[in-house]
């Protein structure tokens, strides 16, 4: 599995405010994205869901102010995974999944 140190691969660009400006212009997709966050002597679980341009964390509390990177520590992201919305429980929503930030960073791969 490639993992995707998000601080220093690419540094300067808030990742997660890139999707969520894809997300918002496709708002008919749900972009689930899975890591962990570095801590000092271990590694912390990290789940963040996008949705029409906004991110939420199911984990850890993110930086709301736009001007703000969202997540404001050292995360490492290692699964991406996207689905059609709105989610329902009878229906496979699911599209595609992919370890590779690059990826989705692509908007044409929300399509």
């Known amino acids: 599995m490639e993992e995707t140190l998000a601080s220093t691969k690419m540094e300067g660009i808030d990742l997660i405010n890139c999707l969520e400006r894809i997300s918002s212009k496709i708002p008919n997709r749900i972009l689930k994205i899975e890591g962990y966050i570095l ?3 271990y590694k912390e679980q990290l789940e963040i869901i996008i949705f029409k341009g906004f ?3 199911t984990t850890h509390p993110i930086e ?3 001007e703000k990177k969202v997540l404001e520590f050292d995360f490492i992201l290692t699964n991406f995974r996207l689905y059609q919305s709105p989610l329902t429980e009878t229906e496979d929503n699911f599209i595609r999944e992919d370890q590779k930030l690059i990826f989705f960073l692509n908007q044409k791969n929300w399509i």
């Open 39 to 41: 801590k000092k002597n």
């Open 55 to 57: 991110s939420s964390s």
């Open 64 to 66: 709301m102010d736009l």
